[in-house]
């Protein structure tokens, strides 16, 4: 039966991450040897102390010759540790170095490919048709701006203010339908005359 999850991806090791687990178990390896030589050494004071208490001079100075060889060790001991520390900081700094390579080269790769979608020539044209639009939104803006006196642009904000914070209330619209306006009625012929006559008799006292 298988994996209903599909496979575990497997991790690569690569030729650097088995230098730097070889340099890591050296640095273990060299950490043991200083702590076991210490820890001789330790024993190998109390001894030689207890030689010179019973009269042993000889046997403690050469017991503390050798303790003094043995310091030595462990100070080049720690040397190579050091050495081998910064190996491994220097080769893992390495590969953080090439991951952040591989990563500027696949982003490269997908400016190149938007670049080929779109051209420089396309982008202009956009950048044009959008300050185009950005002018006559200005233009209307401005006709707006100088077609209203101070006065009706405190009216018209004081009205935003109010229709915001819902203390206007809009009027309803009526249910019922509008009554029809009438036509005026054609005017009788003598009173037509009647007006003619006025506007003659004026004429003649103007002139």
Excluded: W
């Amino acid at each position: 039966m298988g994996n209903i999850f599909g496979k575990k991806r497997r991790t690569r090791v690569t030729e650097q991450d088995r230098a730097i687990l070889q340099l890591k178990q050296q640095r273990d390896k060299l950490r043991q040897y200083q702590k076991r030589i210490n820890l001789q050494l330790d024993k190998e004071r109390l001894l030689a102390k207890q030689l010179l208490k019973d009269g042993k001079k000889e046997k403690a100075l050469l017991l503390l010759k050798k303790k003094r060889y043995q310091d030595q060790l462990l100070d080049k001991t720690e040397s190579q540790i050091s050495n081998l520390e910064r190996m491994v900081q220097d080769l893992e700094f390495a590969q953080i170095e090439l991951k952040v390579i591989e990563g500027l080269k696949v982003g490269n790769d997908c400016l190149k490919k938007m670049h080929e979608v779109m051209s420089v020539e396309e982008v202009e044209r956009i950048m044009d048709e959008t300050q185009d639009s950005i002018e006559y939104q200005r233009q209307i803006d401005d006709m707006l701006a100088g077609s209203f006196t101070q006065e009706d642009e405190d009216a018209v904000l004081a009205e935003l203010e109010a229709i915001t914070q819902g203390d206007v209330e809009l009027p309803e619209v009526p249910d019922e339908a509008l009554p029809e306006v009438p036509e005026e009625e054609e005017e009788e012929p003598e009173r037509k005359k009647e007006r003619a006559k006025s506007a003659q008799q004026r004429e003649m006292l103007s002139a």
